[in-house]
């Protein structure tokens, strides 16, 4: 029963370092999100999915890019990784785009870039 | 643009009651959520209410919405240890989680 899965758990990156966040989830959803929740703030959308091979911006997407090439996976990439993208990484997935439809969501990613 | 607040902390005793307080800023939310995160893990949905509703109860959890004041509360009946969590309150418009606002999470503190 993994439901939503990220890794890494924790990661630090130096200054310009790229690295990907991996997001799988096993119970056939067709939307999937990421966000980033910053020190004393809300979970802000990074970029989210309402299907394989469909993508769109959400409302902190720049410095990310982000694939959907299979149901199952929505990796998070990140090409030159700066402090200020220092922030915790949750994956999220939902059965349709129906706001009354429960989301579930990945344990996060810690990630520290100095 | 949005916002939803919540005070960042609340410390209890086993077996008070917990009162989680959220404010948002969007006269046209639609649905507003109570998300729980443990330890180690992800969101986990508690409960949601529609606007048009001032109550909601489940077992020992009682929410509240205040429409006019844009005050939502997440009251837990005979806390326990196992209540420990961050709680979210989130809201939205409508038309999916892309359009949902998180607040901060106000982690509760249960005193054995």
């Known amino acids: 029963n993994a439901g939503v899965t990220q890794t890494p758990k924790f990661r630090i990156l130096k200054i310009g370092q790229s690295m990907t966040l991996q997001c799988t989830q096993d119970m056939n959803h067709n939307y999937m999100y990421w966000y980033r929740q910053d020190p004393g703030m809300g979970l802000k959308l990074i970029y989210y999915s309402v299907g394989a091979g469909i993508t769109d911006k959400g409302e902190v997407p720049n410095g990310y890019n982000v694939s959907r090439s299979t149901t199952e996976d929505f990796p998070l990439r990140l090409e030159l990784a700066a402090p200020s993208q220092t922030s915790v990484y949750f994956c999220a997935s939902s059965d349709t785009g129906v706001s009354t439809t429960e989301a579930f969501f990945g344990q996060g990613t810690r990630l520290t870039v100095v | 643009g949005e916002d939803v607040e919540q005070s960042l902390f609340l410390s209890v005793r086993e077996g008070d009651s917990s009162v989680i307080n959220c404010t948002y800023t969007?006269?046209?939310?639609?649905?507003l959520y109570w998300y729980k995160q443990e330890p180690g893990a992800g969101l986990q949905l508690l409960t949601y209410i529609f606007s048009n509703m001032d109550m909601k109860q489940d077992q020992r959890l009682t929410v509240l919405l205040n429409k006019k004041d844009k005050h939502l509360s997440l009251r837990i009946a005979d806390t326990q240890t196992g209540d420990s969590a961050i709680y979210f309150c989130a809201e939205s418009i409508g038309g999916g989680y892309q359009k949902v606002t998180f607040g901060t999470g106000t982690k509760l503190q249960v005193i054995p």
């Open positions: 969007d006269s046209s939310s639609t649905y």
